[in-house]
């Protein structure tokens, strides 16, 4: 006797989609899956799917994380979209999220509500992270040139993306983009992965040198043995940056002073800057930064970086 194949509910069909696409789902996906219009209005209509952008749901409810939203405004910007710019750049952890605007770049012209749509062509650099399609880390990293405000930003996320190894060999200037100037004088100067930081609190010291003029250091580097915040080899001159979170510990207050030594003996000249005295008496701390890092008699000045 023949029997019937049972098919599996849509419904289930629906939630692995869900389940690999972060909790969203697009309209032309549920119509291929075999549901009706009218049933993927009824589903709407009893809260079982929640819309997000036109013809993009979330499934049972609209709690997405970061990754759900960046989907979503993927599927909704259509075929050959793909996350981009500043949204690409999180995705690829290459820089922080800040809570920036979504960024999709589509080869057609769209509209996404709460995105940032820009068109263009996308021909060989479109990758998938997580699932989502993305632009190349070289290509977001073009992209990243034409809407960063400061030049640190950009030299941020290229040595985060030597850090970690991504492929961004193609980052190139390109004839007619708003930032070639930008990312053509960055790559000219720069070092990939020369000022990579990791805190905030470092970011902050490396802005504070930037402003006062002095020589770029060399940033978290290893010095007889320790890892050093950042360093001045010219000068012999070692600056450790003191949040609290790191160096507030009891832990910490018995080794800094042997590893300020073991520095010392070496040969070393040691300076502690602590959060609050940055932000307080940041003028004090030029102050004895630039006369730590006057040349010796005689020595050439080290040249200054931008």
């Known amino acids: ?17 869900a389940r690999r696409q972060h909790g ?8 291929a899956l075999g549901l009706s219009l009218a049933e993927i209005d009824g589903r709407v209509r009893r809260s079982r799917l929640h819309r997000v952008h036109q013809g993009v749901y979330a499934v049972g409810h609209l709690a997405l994380t970061r990754n759900g939203r960046f989907m979503a405004a993927v599927l909704a910007c259509g075929d050959g979209a793909a996350l981009s710019h500043f949204s690409a750049a999180v995705l690829w952890r290459i820089l922080d999220d800040r809570g920036q605007s979504i960024h999709v770049t589509a080869e057609k012209e769209r509209k996404c509500r709460g995105a940032v749509v820009h068109q263009a062509p996308l021909e060989g650099e479109r990758l998938l992270r997580f699932g989502i399609v993305v ?52 790559l000219a100067v720069h070092e990939p992965g020369s000022t990579r930081t990791r805190s905030e609190l470092e970011e902050q010291f490396l802005a504070f040198c930037d402003r006062h003029r002095f020589p770029r250091p060399e940033v978290n580097v290893v010095i007889e043995g320790y890892l050093c915040d950042f360093v001045w080899r010219e000068q012999r001159l070692v600056v450790e940056t003191d949040g609290r979170r790191a160096h507030g510990t009891a832990r910490a207050r018995q080794r800094d002073p042997i590893r300020d030594a073991d520095l010392q003996i070496a040969g070393w000249r040691v300076m502690r800057i602590t959060s609050v005295r940055l932000f307080r008496e940041p003028d004090a701390v030029a102050d004895q930064l630039k006369r730590l890092l006057k040349p010796a008699p005689g020595a050439p000045a080290a040249p200054h970086q931008r």
């Open 1 to 17: 006797m023949n029997q019937e194949v049972r098919k599996d509910p849509p419904d289930r069909a629906v939630s692995e989609l």
């Open 135 to 186: 632009t190349t880390p070289a290509r977001t990293i073009v992209d990243l040139a034409d809407v960063v405000q400061r030049r640190r930003t950009l030299e941020r996320a290229i040595d985060e993306a030597e850090y970690l190894r991504l492929d961004w060999s193609e980052a190139a200037p390109r004839h007619g983009r708003k930032g070639s100037g930008l990312l053509s004088s960055v």
């Open 24 to 31: 969203v789902v697009g309209r032309a996906q549920l119509a």
